[in-house]
């Protein structure tokens, strides 16, 4: 064999070697992707509104959708996904097959799913279950996470205190329930404490749903508050609560700017919903300001803690105005209102305002 061709063949041996660690290598990384991806997928169970609602379970969809784009996973298996419940019906299934695809991590949203998760986590110990918007004790696999909304409708029960004109404004509640009597009880008592403030006598009409679902009811409810001069309405109602902005926007394009009336927004900033044209053509915007329930806050940072490896099972974490768990937007508020509601923030997390949990009688 001549010196040349002993060369070629050791040149060769040499690409082979090369070949094969690096395929090895890549091989090993793929399969430590393909096991991170499986480990840190999440999944959510929406109630029966979906992930469109522009209300709670959009808000914990944006919390997911930022997780992904923070560990560059992807939309679908291995990744993050929702499974849109149609009824309560498909609750208990949704839970079953996002566990039987293999995620991780699996969310409920909202109250009504808390049993689903309950049965979902005993039946699979192995992986992590979070409800959102209620409480499961004694089962080391299941997070609960809930919101202090009454401090953020606090904040909006003084925004519509410092807008009315007329000294009547209005609460549309979906279903009774004591997450929505925070809803309410914070919104009246921020209303009181800015009439008192203002040297005002207002009035709060208060009429719910009965669901979250029932649009045509919740356009209804607000005619009739519209008619009998409330001026601002907060409506906590999740789906439904569209109807109120439907039922707004057609009144206020049938009159000029300045005669508008308002909706406080719920759960996601709601601004684009009060878009429209005034008499006249001018372009304009009813939603006065949005009052935030941070679900994609608790989404996103229960994700991550799972994703480091420190799901926190078994705990209840409370997301309050401190640390924007709940929040306001300035949305449309005068500069009068925004400082009222800033100083009255200072104070609910600071303790000198405490803010009542239900309504009173």
Same mark, same amino acid.
């Given at each position: 064999m001549n010196t040349k061709f002993k060369k070629i063949l050791s040149f060769g041996a040499i690409l082979a070697s090369v070949g094969i660690a690096?395929?090895?290598?890549?091989? #090993?990384?793929?399969?430590?992707?393909?096991? %991170?991806?499986? %480990? /840190?997928?999440?999944?959510?169970?929406?109630?029966? *509104?979906?992930?469109?609602?522009?209300?709670?379970?959009? !808000?914990a969809w944006e919390g997911f959708k930022a997780? =992904?784009?923070? /560990?560059?996973?992807?939309?679908?298996?291995? =990744?993050?996904?929702?499974?849109?419940?149609?009824?309560?019906a498909d609750y208990t299934p949704n839970f079953n097959q996002a566990a039987s695809a293999g995620y991780q991590t699996i969310f409920g949203v909202g109250y009504m799913?808390?049993?689903?998760?309950?049965?979902?986590?005993k039946k699979n110990p192995k992986k992590n279950f979070v409800i959102i918007d209620s409480v499961v004790n004694g089962q080391k696999n299941v997070a609960s996470a809930t919101f202090e909304s009454n401090q953020a409708s606090y904040l909006?029960?003084? !925004?519509?205190?410092?807008?009315?004109? @007329?000294?009547?404004?209005?609460?549309?509640?979906?279903?009774?329930?004591?997450?929505?009597?925070?809803?309410?009880?914070?919104? &009246?008592?921020? $209303?009181?404490?800015?009439?008192?403030?203002? /040297?005002?006598?207002?009035?709060?009409? @208060?009429?719910?749903? +009965? *669901?979250?679902?029932?649009t045509d009811k919740a356009k209804s409810i607000a005619q009739s508050m519209y008619a009998d001069k409330a001026d601002v309405i907060y409506q906590a109602a999740g789906n439904a609560g569209n109807g109120v902005f439907q039922e707004a926007k057609d009144y206020n394009? @049938?009159?000029?700017? #300045?005669?508008k009336v308002w909706v406080i927004g719920v759960d996601v900033d709601q601004s684009n919903l009060g878009k429209y044209t005034a008499k006249?053509?001018?372009?304009?915007?009813?939603?006065? @300001?949005? $009052?935030?329930?941070?679900? *994609? $806050?608790?989404?996103?940072?229960?994700? *991550?803690? !799972?994703?480091?490896?420190?799901?926190? =099972?078994?705990?209840?974490?409370?997301?309050?105005?401190? +640390?924007? =768990?709940?929040?306001?937007?300035?949305?449309?508020?005068?500069? &009068?209102?925004?400082?009222?509601?800033? #100083?009255?923030?200072t104070q609910i997390i600071n303790g000198k305002i405490k803010v009542a949990t239900s309504p009173s009688k």
């Open positions: 690096l395929s090895a290598c890549s091989g #090993k990384k793929q399969d430590t992707a393909g096991s %991170k991806s499986s %480990k /840190h997928s999440i999944a959510l169970i929406t109630d029966s *509104n979906g992930v469109d609602d522009h209300s709670f379970n959009q !808000a997780y =992904g784009k923070e /560990h560059d996973l992807k939309q679908g298996k291995g =990744g993050y996904q929702y499974f849109q419940s149609s009824s309560a799913l808390a049993d689903p998760v309950k049965a979902a986590a909006g029960g003084l !925004a519509a205190a410092y807008t009315t004109k @007329t000294n009547k404004v209005g609460f549309i509640g979906g279903a009774k329930s004591q997450i929505i009597d925070l809803f309410e009880a914070g919104f &009246k008592q921020g $209303v009181a404490a800015g009439a008192k403030a203002l /040297h005002k006598k207002i009035t709060v009409q @208060t009429q719910y749903i +009965g *669901n979250f679902t029932s394009q @049938t009159r000029p700017v #300045k005669d006249g053509g001018q372009k304009s915007n009813f939603t006065l @300001t949005s $009052v935030l329930k941070g679900l *994609n $806050v608790a989404t996103k940072n229960i994700a *991550n803690d !799972a994703y480091k490896g420190k799901f926190p =099972g078994g705990k209840h974490l409370v997301y309050s105005l401190k +640390g924007n =768990g709940v929040s306001i937007t300035k949305g449309n508020l005068d500069a &009068k209102a925004w400082t009222a509601i800033q #100083k009255a923030r």
